[in-house]
């Protein structure tokens, strides 16, 4: 039987439709996972008076929301150190994090695991998305804050149109030093007609992104509206430097 060429166009058309459907069930199912960061990352240092921030995203954020509710601690054989949650930062896009501060110092050269009360599932999806959340204490107490080697600067952004929705970030240029390792840095934003968003986040190649992905993100930015941010450099024990002048984008 001959295959005319109105009938091979209709299959091309019909693979090409399923192949969109099933890239947009894919996209959707990424979307509905369970993202959890730490910083610092697990299986790095800690100062002895050192501090963790629980970033949870999509499922995730509903668990660092949580966390004043959950008894978190520090684990290392059979000494046990309660956790401060000092601050709750919610996001915009289902993004929260938890700044979980010991209530005394950390034993150098112990290792310590995150624990917390509440469901199994949530223990078993942390554990699947990053192994166990440890850290091993080191040195003697940290008190010297970073400082800035340059003023931040903001330098444009990106936006693309992803399966679930748009990707878009605005670049701020931070370049900044620490007497131990890399800094974090608190980005804390404002826009007219809305209250302020404020997260820590890693810089990557010299800069830190202030907007959200195709699923979550700390600030849902709308095309052409204009934020101010102003950027902290602050350390694993959370001695922080002078915050930077107020920086305005408009969004990508």
């Not at 509905?32 to 999509?58: E, Q």
């Not at 054989?77 to 209530?103: N, W």
């Not at 670049?171 to 974090?184: E, F, M, N, Q």
């Amino acid at each position: 039987m001959r295959t005319t060429p109105r009938a091979t166009r209709a299959r091309i058309a019909l693979v090409t439709l399923a192949l969109v459907a099933a890239t947009v069930e894919v996209a959707e199912a990424r979307c509905m996972s369970f993202h959890l960061m730490t910083y610092p990352a697990a299986n790095r240092t800690l100062p002895v008076n050192g501090r963790v921030v629980f970033d949870g995203r999509a499922q995730a954020a509903e668990l660092a929301a949580s966390m004043k509710d959950r008894a978190p601690k520090l684990v290392s054989g059979d000494e046990r150190v309660p956790l401060d949650v000092a601050e709750i930062l919610a996001g915009d896009f289902t993004a929260t994090q938890a700044v979980l501060v010991p209530k005394r110092a950390l034993t150098a050269g112990r290792t310590y695991a995150l624990a917390w009360t509440g469901r199994e599932a949530d223990h078993a999806s942390a554990k699947a998305a990053n192994g166990t959340l440890r850290w091993t204490a080191v040195g003697t107490p940290d008190t010297i804050a970073p400082v800035w080697s340059a003023s931040p600067a903001s330098s444009g952004g990106d936006r693309h149109e992803l399966g679930c929705g748009p990707v878009a970030n605005a670049k701020i240029v931070v370049l900044a030093t620490d007497d131990r390792t890399a800094p974090l840095f608190r980005v804390d934003v404002t826009s007219a007609g809305r209250g302020a968003v404020s997260f820590f986040t890693e810089a990557q190649e010299g800069a830190v992104l202030v907007g959200h992905g195709m699923c979550s993100g700390p600030v849902r930015l709308v095309t052409g509206t204009a934020y101010d941010v102003r950027v902290t450099a602050v350390d694993l024990a959370g001695n922080a430097s002078a915050p930077s002048p107020v920086l305005r984008f408009a969004a990508p």
